[in-house]
């Protein structure tokens, strides 16, 4: 199992104690990241490990490697230096560890280390692209048995973080880290016990210290969505599809907690990819079970899938995916949770007669034009692009309209229920108000499928125009408890109903 290392990235060794403070129980080990001290204080972090009472890791991380260290080699060694000099035979004093780069060979600090216990952390960097070859950097940093070598590069995209796990897991085993920075990295993290890494960092961006690094994930977040410390190499992995603002979802925290509730041995992280062929080589370097899938990808992906389920025939969109053999089924559960959601939302209004509009022509939009259909509403699409409106409403006999003042008319004759399938206003993604040309009258029931943040633009101004409101969460666990069907081909346990 991968040790918890939080990486401190405070300005004073005091500040930094104090945070430690707030995760003790929950981490293994400790990260001084001195290139975020204060000038003065980089001098004095000789007593950092014993203050700290667990396992210290020593980094002067330069800019060139993705640190803040930016004062020239002669000072970082005279830092390095004031670290690991007049080491305490009590090896508890001393720093367990200290990181040293594969270009940086010092004799006389290498000798220190070894000479009172200070294991070297051997560090390959690439901030900015995953190198083109990955086995010279290996080779630059595995040099010495005694030493941990450390390859940490950026994820530019699902296809680096593929091509990382695939290279990782042919490594000698031995003890390692290997991490894939960056948004696209993140499930590298998550799962660095499959990619037999020694220790995985974390940030204490929920205490308000800054990231040490990009995707660096807090270590409640690890253990309490995650369950990180119950990971192995047999845990089954399931993932989220889409999108960087998939990091940010909620929908881990449902999934997880509800595996945790029927003890499952499986775990469901985030993947971002930029389209779904990249999505596709991810999951299968690491194997996934199944994935959920959100925008950009409901439609894009229809192609790699083998066999659809009717409703994601006919609706056009898949949100839902089953590993069957070497291909995909495809599935939609947007329609089912959007449908459970709404009858609860209008508290069992009769939905035939009703007049509503559908914003956005997307793979969302898609599953909710499907259930509205089926309970006989008459219906606008209105869409930044016409022709995709028109094509989505032609599927069910609905009006359309492009998105702008001049639909404003439609809207007002379709309003009494407003559903917003787009993505604009959600936390990380386009900001705004997709229907900010229209007033309220507040007569209207105003559906948005984002659920993050909880009250978008559109809502607000829905409310206090006096009309009734609801966000997204109610749909997002209502479709989750189908997909965990789907899944498991057991029942949806209490977690999606709470």
């Not at 009590?90 to 280390?113: G, Q, T």
């Not at 000479?115 to 630059?140: C, E, H, N, V």
């Not at 999934?255 to 999951?283: I, K, Q, T, W």
């Not at 939905?351 to 997307?362: K, P, S, V, Y």
């Amino acid at each position: 199992m991968s040790l918890v290392c939080l990486s401190l990235t405070g300005r004073t060794i005091a500040e930094n104690l104090a945070v430690l403070d707030l995760y003790r129980g929950q981490v293994d080990a400790a990260e001084l990241r001195a290139d975020f001290l204060d000038p003065s204080e980089k001098f004095i972090i000789r007593s950092f490990p014993e203050r700290a009472g667990l396992p210290c890791i020593l980094s002067v991380r330069r800019k060139m490697d993705g640190g803040q260290f930016a004062e020239g080699e002669g000072v970082r060694l005279v830092v390095l230096a004031k670290g690991l000099a007049y080491a305490k035979r009590d090896k508890r004093a001393n720093f367990a560890f200290v990181d040293l780069e594969s270009d940086f060979h010092v004799p006389a600090v290498e000798e220190a280390c070894r000479t009172f216990g200070t294991r070297i952390i051997r560090s390959y960097y690439s901030p900015k692209a995953m190198p083109k070859d990955l086995d010279a950097a290996w080779t630059a940093t595995a040099f010495a048995s005694d030493e941990i070598p450390k390859i940490a590069v950026n994820c530019a995209g699902a296809n680096d973080l593929a091509s990382l796990v695939t290279w990782a897991e042919e490594l000698p085993k031995r003890d390692r880290i290997v991490i894939g920075t960056g948004e696209y990295g993140y499930p590298s993290r998550i799962l660095a016990s499959r990619l037999g890494s020694f220790l995985c960092f974390t940030s204490a961006i929920n205490a308000g210290l800054p990231g040490a690094a990009p995707g660096q994930i807090d270590p409640e977040t690890m253990q309490g969505v995650y369950r990180f410390r119950s990971l192995s190499k047999s845990t089954a992995v399931y993932g989220l599809a889409g999108g960087p603002s998939v990091v940010g979802s909620r929908s881990p925290a449902l999934h997880n907690l509800a595996f945790d509730e029927v003890g499952m041995d499986a775990v469901y992280l985030p993947m971002p990819a930029r389209d779904a062929a990249s999505f596709f080589a991810a999951a299968d370097a690491l194997g996934l079970k199944g994935a959920a899938v959100t925008v950009p990808l409901k439609e894009s992906l229809l192609p790699f899938i083998s066999e659809l389920s009717p409703a994601a025939r006919e609706i056009g969109a898949c949100n839902t995916l089953l590993r069957k053999g070497d291909g995909w089924e495809g599935h939609n559960t947007d329609a089912a949770g959007f449908d459970r959601a709404l009858k609860e939302f209008l508290e069992g209004r009769e939905l035939r007669g009703l007049r509503a509009t559908i914003i956005g022509a997307g793979g969302a939009a898609r599953a909710v034009a499907y259930v509205l259909a089926a309970h006989g509403l008459s219906c606008l699409v209105v869409n930044r692009d016409g022709g995709r409106a028109r094509a989505l409403a032609k599927d069910y006999g609905f009006a359309f309209a492009t998105s702008d003042e001049r639909a404003c008319d439609l809207v007002s004759d379709h309003a009494d229920l407003i559903v917003n399938a787009t993505s604009v206003g959600m936390e990380g993604g386009q900001a705004g108000d997709p229907l900010s040309w229209y007033d309220f009258t507040g007569r209207e029931a105003v559906y948005d499928l984002i659920y993050k943040p909880e009250r978008t633009r559109l809502l607000s101004r829905a409310r206090a125009a006096g009309a009734r409101v609801c966000n997204g969460y109610s749909m997002l666990r209502y479709q989750a408890a189908e997909q965990f069907r789907i899944w498991t081909g057991q029942e949806p346990p209490s977690a999606y109903y709470r």
